[in-house]
Each structure stands twice: as structure tokens, then as C-alpha cells.
């Protein structure tokens, strides 16, 4: 499974003609965890939702390649594009109490996902996501299948969310922010879960976060974007040696308790950055 | 009810059953001071709508006196509420019955037309609505809105009358006015109230189907008028259901595009669409009033009107308190159901 | 910066305004320039502005006496002479229509002028009183929201004496509550915002803040929802009228004169049928101008 991405640009109307929101990203990916880092309006979460091609309606998008695992995803239809979502990649989202439908319980929300790409009766489907809760470390599984997801805790909601997007059995999971709406606490418990699942089943992953050393702490590979672009491209542990300032602007804002500081960096912008 | 379940599941829960209940009760209550009032407030007499302008004076006052008129207002106003406890709305000068005897008589047309156009509208209103929001900006989208607004802007009564024009009189292919053609007057045996039914019931097919026929213009009309208001309203919801997180994320599992709008999307909105359908049906009541007028059907308004122009106000206020009770009975409804449905609130 | 002589677009969209006018007038032409895109509330405007003169010069454009009766020539077909025909007294029918909207519009007038203002006060203290006061606020709206609004002032209508003044006094009141709860439901956003915590820290009393603060904010949802409601109530006018309940013939009220000639649909359609016409289209200009002032500025009702 590989994903190819070749000069992606996605731009949006607005009231003084477009405005691009990403301009000119490229990557490929396989069997890998690759994170993408970058601050609010960065562009990441779009280019990592046109693989899928989830973006909004006034999205216009173009590239030389958005491959899938071969498959042309520019050009696929959307009974294609359904063959690929959920069955071989999976999208989380930030806040479960939005990405979760209110209406239905988080077992029936599973169950749902599990049922439209492996058929089966309802009830082995709702075996199923008791069983996928339980995979994801929820420690009563069958009670929490008949909860609704404002009755659940952020940590506990993500969980379900992941379970849901795992029950296909895909080869991709992007996540799309998947802890910046949790406790600190929560945080890294979801993301080892993320991080023992991909694992163990052979998945690539793209995490997007906003969280550097979070990204670096559990990807192999990580991307730095900013404005639209990549800025930087490096191996998790070879970030310290990141060469664009953006990035060393980011590293050094961070407080550390080995290398104290007496004065925390502010980050400085250059216009420059913009025009690459 | 399911306040007293509730109240085994939890002591807030029925206090806040408790609470609707009690406001319910305060509301009606203000409902009936307000007819109350309305009713004194008349410049004219009623006094003399009885006796006539040439009875003597003790004859005026005797009567004035019956009537409780020459009481301080506090104590009329008791004296009504006794009345209406016991179901008492006072006498119609104009029929000489009962106000409710009245009431009961006429009121059936009116739930039969009423029920009728809110079926027919939600049936092609809700599809309507949905689809246009899942086709936003398109032609059909486009249509619909246009149909929608016309009907929320057109005066119901010149529709009616329109469509008599067009239906009846032009092209010939709808009965005129009324429930039933003079032929079959008094031939249903009245058991409802409701022509239709009451031919069904009683297996005479041929009136039957001259009641349909009667019933088809005005309940058309009124469904127009209903339907708008549905139908816009389903729209938007639906477009803010469709602009939700969990729709992306429904569209990230791969699920069809059918599923998601009417799983997903409208599952989300049916809650909020059951009020907007409870105070449609509720605004029915006061499109009847001008259909039935235009189309001399004998239900409530026609009865409201006819009342009016006589000023026989035992029946207008009657009247009058009947619809405000159902129209309060149905936004209770609404609540009830709003609370029961939606899972956010249980 | 001193303004500049001319109000140029720059001046006027610039991300940076140098002072409260250019902002607010920034605010005003970018929302104009929002209305402006959209074409159907343009003809919703355009339609209530020709409506609005047309009625105005009724005087002026009239080409007949309203109550100029001609009892030879009743029920008259379009002609040269008549535009749209005569009614059943053989009077104009196109001078009838433009001085009924003289009545229908001053009637909505009126009634907006008695109801909004009253239902922003009692929708204001409501919220920002609270307490006792808000509990019976809230009561009393409740019970005049209990009635559907035309039967309700049929009632009035009846008890008073049928005409235009107890028709607008009957609207009226049933006219008001959702002002009120919709000022209170403003109200109640901001009473706890940031900012009129710093106004009341300064020692600004209630009715100061209140009134320079909490009004100007519940104003433009006010103004959608009087354009909104524009359109019903020139709806519910028009139901009294054709019940006899309103404005009473001869006045050239569109639906008194739809009332008194509805049994000539048969043979003089035109006849009822135009000032039916004149009500849907009254109506619905400013159902479409409602619309398009709440996309502009209460998009998040759409």
C-alpha cells in the first residue's frame, strides 16, 4: 500500500478571488507512520483529507498525483472512492463529540461500519464492535456499546471513534488531530493505542497534529508544513538537525527541563517562508 | 405518563416534568383570563342580544342580573371558570345550543380537513426538503425554494379561491363547495363528524368518494400552505446537519450517499422537525378558519366566523378558547415528544 | 488618516479602518455588497421599494377617485379607460389597488411601530432583570404566543368593533411576543459577556448599559425578524379584511375588496383576483427581503 502525492493545491473562493490554502505538497507514504506538523490553517488537515477526497464542496483541487495504492484518486468516481473509505483507510477526527452522530450509540456506530464492508447479520456485527471496543482498551465493553456519545468521556469517545474507523480492517489510518481535544493525561494513552494497533497490524499512519514533539515522539518519518507548503522533511530523530528556520523556530520555542533557558524564543516570522 | 417513571429514575427529572406541566397549567390559565376579558371588554351589550333594544328595564335588569353582569368583575370572573369546569361554555344566541354542543358538531370537519393537509404535507414535504438540501444550489433545489417561499407569501384564501376557479369552474374536474353534494346530505349516518370516514364506515362507496371529492380542494390548499413551511424548514436542518462532523466522518467509513442522508443526516434532524410539524399543524388551525370560509366547509372557523359577524360571543369566545387549548395541547406535544426522542435529553 | 473625499471601495474594504466610521461604514458596504449578490433579495427590495412609492403616490398616479362609482360600467373588462377593470360599483380598479396599499402598508407600519419597540423593552428587562421579573415576562408572552395569531385577533376584532383601528390594535397584540423572546433570548448571550462586566465596573448604571449597549446589539436581529414578519402580518391584515374583520368596505383594503367581490370569481375573475395578486406579491417582497437581510446579518439562522 503506498499513497503518492504530487503537487497537491487545494484552494478555496473567497470574496477576492482564491485563496490557496495548500500549495504544492508532495509526499509518498507505505507501511509507515508518517506525521504532518504545522500550526492552524497550515494546510495539513486538508491534504491529508483529499487522499480520501473528503474536502468541502468549494474545495478546488488539483495535483499531478493523488495515488492510493495505485488507484487515481483525482480521477476515480465515487463508487470507487467508497471501495477505498473505510475498507482500506480510516479517518479520526479531532473532537468525538462532533465526529461521533449524536443519534446513534457508539456500538450501533461500530456495528455500522463493520457491517458495510463485511456484511453478516446485525448481530455479528454487534459482536464485533464489543469486541473493537474491547480492543481499544474500554473496560466494559458491552455497556459502553449502548452509549451515546455525549454519555461518554473525551478519552473513551476517541476510543470508540478508532474502533470504528478500525473495523474495515484498513491499511491506512489518517489522524486528523486526534488528541488536541483531550486531557493531557488521555493524550498519550490514545495515541500509544493508535500507535499498538498500527503496529500490529501492519498499518501506515498519518498523524496530524499540531504538537511537535508529540509527532516525533511517535512517527518515523515527520513532515513540517506552513502556509500551504512543506517546509521541512526529516526523520523523527533527526529533527534536532532540522535546517529550515521555520522548524528551528519551533524546536526552540519549546521550554525544556534538560537544557533550561533563561528566556523562552519567540517565534519569529519571515515573509520570506510565504514566497518558497 | 413518564413522569412518574421518570421519577423513579431520577427526583430532577420529574420536578422538570413537573415544571412543563405546571407552566402548561399557568398558560391556560392566561388563555382563559384573556377570553375572559375580551369577552367584557365588548361595547356592546349582551344583555340587550337577548331582550332586544325595546324590553323594559326590570326586564333588562332582571336578565343582567341572571347573566351575572352586575357583579364585580372578580366575581364573574369566578362564576366563568365554574362554567368552565364543568364544561360549560354558555349558550350560542345565534343556534340557541350549547356552545359545545356546537363545538363538538363542527369541530370534526375541521380535524378531518387539518389532519388531512398535514399528512399530504408531510408526506411531499419532508422528501422535498431533504432532497433539495442534499442537491444544494442545484435546479431542483432552486424549484423548491421558490415553491416554498410562494406558498409562505400567498394569501391562503385567494388560492382557494383560485383553485375553485381553475378546478371547478374552468376545467370542471373538482366538486364546488362544501363537505358533501346537496344529493347525499344526510344520507352518512353521523358518527365522527368527519364525512369521509363516516362513508367508509358505513360502506356507501358512492358518497364516499363525493366526500373525498369535496375534501380534496381544501385540504390541498391548506397543504400547500403547510408544506412550505415543512419543507423549508426540513431544508435547513438538513443543511446543518450535513455541514456535522459525524457526516464526514460517515462519508471517511465508506457508507453510501442514502444512507448517510437519511441515517445520519436525518435521523439528526427528525426531533426538531416533530416540533416544527406539531406548530404546522397547530398554524392549520388558523389557515382553516379562511379555507372554510372559502370553501363553506362547516368545520370550526366557518363556525368562528359566522359567530363573528353576529357577535354571538359566548360562541366566538368559545371558540376561540377550544382552538388556543389545542394549540397549547400540541406544543405540549411537541415538547413531550422533543423530550422523549431525543437521546441528548433523556 | 483624514477620510478622503471620496468614500472610494478601497477605503471602505481596507483590512485595516483607521476609526469607527470607516469601520462601520466598511461593515455597512460589505454587507450591502453581500445583499447586493444576491439576486432574489435584490428583487424582494426593489419590488417593496416600488411598492412603498406606488402607495406613497397614490395621489399622484391614480387616475381616478377611489370611490368615483360608475354603476353603468360594473364588473368591466381591462380597457384603455381602466387598466384593470372596474369593480362592482364600477369603480377603477387600479386606483383601488394603489390606495389599498396605502392601507395595507400603513397598517403594517403601525403595528411594527407599536410592537417591536414594546416587545424589545419587555424582551430586554426580561433578560436582564432576570428573576421574578423575567418568570413573569416569560408567563405573559407565553399565553399571547398560546394563540394562533389570527383567531386571537378575530376575538379582539369582535369585541371592539370591526374596522381598521381594532384590526391593527388586534395584530398587534398578538404581534409582539416573538420580539420579546428574541430580545431576551439576545439579551441573555450578552448579559454575561466580558465587555458589560468592564461597562458596569465603569459605574454605568443598568439602564445606561442597557440601552448604549445591549439595544444596538439585539437591533439587527430585530430588523430581520420585523421584515420576516412583515410579510404574515400583511397576510393576516388581509385574512381580516376578507372576513369582514377589518378595514370595512368602501375602503379599498385588498382583502375587503376581494371579500365584497369574491362571488363574481365566476364571471369577473379579474376582480378578486388582482388585489389577491397585489397581497402575494406585498408579501413576498419582503419575505425576500427578510431573507435576504438575515443572510447578511444573522447568518447562522440560515
Known amino acids: 500500500m503506498q499513497v503518492v502525492l504530487r503537487n497537491l493545491r487545494i484552494a478555496f473562493p473567497s470574496p477576492r478571488g482564491t485563496s490557496e490554502a495548500v500549495r504544492g505538497v508532495s509526499f509518498t507514504l507505505g507501511q509507515e507512520k508518517l506525521g504532518i506538523v504545522g500550526e492552524s490553517g497550515s494546510g495539513k488537515s486538508l491534504t491529508a483529507r483529499s487522499i480520501l477526497r473528503l474536502l468541502p464542496r468549494q474545495a478546488q483541487v488539483s495535483a499531478e498525483t493523488i495515488e492510493f495504492d495505485g488507484i487515481d484518486v483525482l480521477k476515480a468516481d465515487e463508487t470507487a472512492m467508497r471501495a477505498i473509505r473505510g475498507k482500506r483507510a480510516g479517518l479520526i477526527m479531532q473532537d468525538p463529540k462532533y465526529s461521533l452522530n449524536p443519534v446513534m450509540t457508539a456500538g450501533q456506530q461500530i456495528a455500522e461500519a463493520w457491517h458495510a464492508h463485511r456484511g453478516g447479520s446485525r448481530r455479528e456485527a454487534r459482536e464485533a464492535a464489543v469486541e473493537l471496543l474491547a480492543q481499544v482498551q474500554i473496560r466494559d465493553p458491552k455497556r459502553v456499546a449502548d452509549l451515546y456519545p455525549h454519555e461518554l468521556s473525551g478519552g473513551m469517545g476517541q476510543r470508540a471513534m478508532i474502533a470504528m474507523m478500525l473495523a474495515p480492517d484498513p491499511e491506512l489510518l489518517i489522524a486528523d488531530e486526534p488528541t488536541s481535544a483531550l486531557d493531557a493525561t488521555v493524550q498519550a494513552e490514545i495515541l500509544r493505542l493508535i500507535e499498538d494497533l498500527v ?57 525544556s527541563l534538560v537544557h533550561p533557558k533563561p528566556r523562552l524564543a519567540v517565534m519569529r516570522r519571515d515573509p520570506a517562508w510565504l514566497a518558497t | 405518563m413518564s413522569a412518574i417513571t421518570d421519577a423513579g429514575r431520577s427526583p430532577a427529572r420529574f420536578r422538570a416534568s413537573l415544571t412543563g406541566l405546571s407552566s402548561v397549567a399557568i398558560t391556560l390559565f392566561g388563555l382563559i383570563l384573556v377570553t375572559f376579558l375580551i369577552g367584557r ?61 356546537d363545538i363538538a358538531h363542527f369541530f370534526p370537519a375541521t380535524l378531518e380537513l387539518a389532519t388531512t393537509a398535514i399528512i399530504i404535507a408531510i408526506l411531499i414535504g419532508v422528501p422535498l426538503g431533504v432532497v433539495a438540501a442534499a442537491r444544494q444550489g442545484s435546479r431542483f433545489d432552486h424549484v423548491v425554494r421558490v415553491i ?140 382553516a378558519v379562511l379555507t372554510e370560509t372559502v370553501f363553506s366547509w362547516p368545520g370550526l372557523g366557518l363556525y368562528l366566523t359566522g359567530s363573528l359577524l353576529n357577535a354571538d360571543m359566548n360562541a366566538v369566545l368559545g371558540a376561540t378558547l377550544v382552538v388556543g387549548a389545542v394549540y397549547v395541547g400540541l406544543n405540549l406535544l411537541a415538547d413531550l415528544a422533543y423530550r422523549l426522542l431525543d437521546p441528548r435529553v433523556r | ?117 414594546v416587545g424589545l423593552v419587555v ?97 439587527s436581529s430585530l430588523i430581520v425578524r420585523v421584515t420576516l414578519d412583515m410579510s404574515g402580518i400583511i397576510l393576516t391584515a388581509a385574512g381580516l379584511g376578507f372576513l369582514g374583520m377589518g378595514a370595512q368596505p368602501p375602503m379599498p383594503e385588498w382583502g375587503t375588496m376581494i371579500a365584497t367581490t369574491r362571488g363574481q370569481i365566476l364571471d369577473a375573475w379579474w376582480v378578486p383576483t388582482i388585489p389577491g395578486v397585489a397581497i402575494f406579491v406585498a408579501s413576498l417582497a419582503f419575505n425576500l427581503l427578510g431573507d435576504g437581510l438575515r443572510d447578511v446579518l444573522d447568518p447562522k439562522q440560515g
Open chain 1, 199 to 255: 503496529s500490529r497490524r501492519g498499518m501506515g499512519l498519518i498523524l496530524i497534529s499540531h504538537d511537535l514533539p508529540l509527532v516525533s515522539h511517535f512517527c518515523d518519518r515527520v513532515l513540517v508544513m506552513y502556509a500551504g507548503r512543506v517546509v521541512e522533511e526529516a526523520r523523527a530523530g533527526e529533527l534536532a538537525r532540522a535546517k529550515h528556520p521555520y522548524t528551528r523556530g519551533l524546536l526552540d520555542c519549546m521550554p
Open chain 2, 41 to 101: 371588554a365588548m361595547p356592546i351589550d349582551p344583555t340587550l342580544a337577548i331582550v332586544g333594544d325595546h324590553a323594559p328595564p326590570d326586564v333588562v335588569a332582571k336578565v343582567r342580573a341572571d347573566l351575572g353582569l352586575d357583579q364585580p368583575l372578580i366575581v364573574q370572573f369566578w362564576i366563568y371558570l365554574e362554567h368552565l369546569v364543568h364544561g360549560d361554555l354558555g349558550r350560542s344566541v345565534m343556534t340557541q345550543n350549547l356552545v359545545t354542543t
Open chain 2, 148 to 287: 416554498s417561499l410562494a406558498g409562505q407569501s400567498v394569501p391562503i384564501f385567494v388560492l382557494g379561491l383560485l383553485c375553485l376557479l381553475l378546478f371547478y369552474v374552468k376545467l370542471g374536474i373538482a366538486p364546488g363547495t362544501g363537505q358533501q353534494d346537496v344529493l347525499y346530505e344526510g344520507m352518512v349516518p353521523d358518527v365522527t363528524g368527519m364525512r369521509v370516514l363516516d362513508a367508509a364506515l358505513d360502506a356507501d362507496w358512492d358518497a364516499f368518494w363525493d366526500a373525498l371529492a369535496h375534501l380534496a380542494q381544501p385540504a390541498l390548499v391548506l397543504a400547500y400552505f403547510s408544506l412550505s413551511i415543512i419543507t423549508r424548514m426540513t431544508r435547513a436542518f438538513m443543511l446543518e446537519a450535513l455541514a456535522g462532523e459525524y457526516i464526514v466522518a460517515a462519508r471517511a467509513k465508506g457508507l453510501s450517499p442514502a444512507r448517510i442522508l437519511w441515517r445520519h443526516a436525518f435521523g439528526n434532524i427528525m426531533v426538531p422537525l416533530i416540533t416544527v410539524i406539531a406548530l404546522a399543524y397547530a398554524g392549520l388551525l388558523e389557515g
Open chain 3, 1 to 117: 488618516m483624514t477620510p478622503p473625499m471620496s468614500l472610494t471601495r478601497d477605503w471602505l474594504l481596507t483590512d485595516a479602518p483607521e476609526s469607527r466610521r470607516q469601520a462601520s461604514l466598511g461593515r455597512l458596504y460589505r454587507g450591502w455588497l453581500q445583499f447586493r449578490g444576491n439576486y432574489l433579495a435584490m428583487a424582494g427590495l426593489i419590488a417593496a421599494v416600488v411598492l412603498i412609492a406606488f402607495s406613497l403616490a397614490a395621489p399622484l398616479l391614480a387616475p381616478y377617485d377611489p370611490s368615483a362609482q360608475d354603476l353603468t360600467n360594473r364588473f368591466g373588462p381591462p380597457s384603455a379607460a381602466h387598466w384593470l377593470g372596474t369593480d362592482e360599483v364600477g369603480r377603477d380598479l387600479l386606483t383601488r389597488l394603489l390606495y389599498g396599499g396605502r392601507i395595507t402598508l400603513g397598517m403594517v407600519v403601525a403595528i411594527m411601530v407599536l410592537v417591536a419597540p
Open chain 3, 123 to 219: 424582551g430586554i428587562v426580561a433578560g436582564y432583570a432576570g428573576g421574578i421579573a423575567d418568570r413573569i415576562l416569560m408567563r405573559l408572552t407565553d399565553i399571547f404566543l398560546a394563540f394562533p395569531r389570527l383567531i386571537l385577533a378575530l376575538a379582539f376584532v369582535a369585541a371592539l368593533k370591526p374596522g381598521i383601528s381594532s384590526a391593527i390594535i388586534a395584530i398587534a397584540l398578538t404581534a409582539w411576543p416573538p420580539y420579546a423572546r428574541l430580545a431576551r433570548a439576545e439579551t441573555l448571550t450578552i448579559r454575561n459577556a466580558d465587555f458589560i462586566a468592564a461597562v458596569r465596573l465603569t459605574g454605568a448604571s443598568a439602564t445606561r448599559i442597557v440601552m448604549r449597549h445591549i439595544a444596538p446589539l439585539c437591533v
